[in-house]
């Protein structure tokens, strides 16, 4: 198993399994490396780089480019990224996202249409979380207020 052995000395940020053709193993030994691996067989596949330097500019041709790079082999994007500017939570198929910027707003990019998401009060973000096949999103305030969203309309 090459997983098993590449990291197995390795402290992880993060590991996914993710769908694809085979299975994937997605692990984070940095915060901006992800290496990707056949889940059953280990052999390695390659290592991504995810960081974006420009800073976040949806809806450029540079930013596009560069959500392509952040899918697996396999064809599966990547279900977390922090890019060191914006933290990208995409939907299984890629037409979803929701961006948590470094100032804790929120925005879902649906289709090439960017929308910021509301929230009632100001506090900091303790985390955020999408689910990739419906389109829900939930954000977490530091203060414990649950701010709840089907995609771009606020729930409550």
């Known amino acids: 198993m090459g997983w098993r ?3 197995s ?3 992880l940020w993060a590991v ?3 769908p ?3 299975d994937q193993l997605v692990a984070w030994p940095s915060h901006t490396t992800a290496r990707c691996y056949a889940q059953h067989s280990g052999a390695h596949y390659t290592d991504l780089n995810v960081i974006y330097g420009d800073g976040f500019r949806p809806g450029n041709d540079d930013w596009r480019a560069f959500l392509q790079t952040l899918r697996t ?3 599966a994007y990547l279900p977390v990224v922090d890019t060191g500017n914006v933290v990208i939570h995409p939907s299984t198929d890629g037409r979803l996202r929701v961006y948590q ?3 804790d707003r929120l925005f879902l990019e649906l289709d090439g249409q960017e929308m910021l998401l509301p929230r009632d009060g100001s506090p900091s973000l303790a985390v955020v979380a999408l ?3 419906l389109g829900s999103v939930c ?3 530091t203060d414990g207020l649950l701010h709840i969203y089907q995609q771009h309309v606020y729930i409550g």
């Open 5 to 7: 052995i590449d990291l």
């Open 131 to 133: 689910d990739r096949e």
């Open 9 to 11: 000395d390795v402290a």
């Open 20 to 22: 694809g053709n085979p």
């Open 139 to 141: 954000a977490l305030g």
């Open 73 to 75: 082999p396999g064809g």
């Open 16 to 18: 996914y399994l993710l």
């Open 101 to 103: 910027t470094r100032d």
